[in-house]
């Protein structure tokens, strides 16, 4: 089971975007895909048609509850199982305090589930914050994804948490594998391809090839309660979404098994 956190302290970047759409396209090459909503904003989870409003069956369950997160899971088509969230999260941020008991407990909690309910993978949508969900999240993660929207503002966002790593792999004392994604690119905006070439250089080989385009059918499809490829699957989204998933397997960002080789 590896674990994917899509972080950017920065909001409206794409996280949200992509932690769904790479978990359909997970699922969509036949492989289990576990996707769970950190973001007490609960965009995902409002995604997600009829979510439950009993705040015990959310992720606020696992962290206030001691539920097992094997129990809080629903099934959701073509995307593959999801744990919503609630806004009572809001107060794992502010009540239980920072210590390494709420950090290492998703990552715990995590290697419970994989003992009862293993998947080949977990894709973790994060808040717009550096907060202990956030943290927890890396944590747990075997790869960081950090969307960057095509401006300045969200490279800004991704440099801070680059800083943020950096921080807590003393503590964790590993390095944390990550990757970043171009999102939101407008071939028609300047911003976007000097916010591109200005990442290439801080990031270098840790800035994906897959640039995800700004295309409409992106928004519309969270609009319908889909994800992208179920939406159109002809879109230049599906196609932009499809490809990330095969940069991540083919250059090695994901642990290939022969069951993941594509
Ligand atoms: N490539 C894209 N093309 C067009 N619209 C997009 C694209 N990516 C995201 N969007 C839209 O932009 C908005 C913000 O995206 P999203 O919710 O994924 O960002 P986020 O980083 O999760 O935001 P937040 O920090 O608020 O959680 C949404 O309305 C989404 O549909
Ligand atoms: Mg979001």
Redesign the pocket.
């Known amino acids: 089971m590896q674990t994917i956190a899509v972080l950017?302290q920065?909001?409206?970047?794409?996280?949200?975007?992509?932690a769904l759409n790479l978990s359909a396209s997970i699922t969509r090459k036949n492989l289990s895909a576990t996707l769970i909503d950190l973001?007490s904003?609960g965009?995902l989870t409002k995604v997600f048609e009829s979510y439950p409003e009993d705040v015990s069956k959310t992720i606020f369950g696992f962290y206030s509850d001691k539920t097992p997160l094997q129990k809080l899971l629903i099934d959701w088509q073509n995307i593959g199982k999801f744990i919503p969230s609630h806004q009572e999260l809001i107060k794992v941020e502010t009540k239980y305090g920072n210590g390494p008991e709420i950090l290492f407990k998703l990552g715990n909690g995590l290697k419970t589930f994989n003992a009862h309910a293993p998947q080949d993978f977990i894709v973790l949508?994060c808040?717009?914050n550096t907060g202990v969900l956030c943290l927890s999240a890396i944590f747990a993660a075997d790869l960081v994804i950090i969307?960057i929207?095509s401006d300045h503002f969200s490279l800004a966002g991704a440099k801070r948490i680059e800083f943020v790593l950096g921080a807590l792999e003393r503590v964790l004392k590993r390095r944390v594998s990550r990757c970043y994604l171009t999102?939101?690119f407008d071939k028609r905006r300047k911003i976007s391809s000097e916010t591109y070439q200005e990442a290439q250089q801080k990031f270098g080989d840790e800035l994906l090839d897959t640039i995800?385009?700004?295309?409409?059918a992106?928004?519309n499809s969270?609009k319908n309660h889909q994800d992208i490829f179920t939406f159109d699957s002809k879109s230049t989204?599906a196609k932009n979404y499809g490809e990330l998933l095969e940069e991540l397997i083919q250059n090695k960002w994901l642990e290939v098994t022969e069951k993941l080789s594509l």
């Open positions: 950017n920065k909001g409206g970047v794409g996280k949200t975007t992509t973001d904003q965009h949508d808040p717009a969307p929207a999102t939101r995800i385009y700004e295309n409409v992106l928004t969270v989204g």
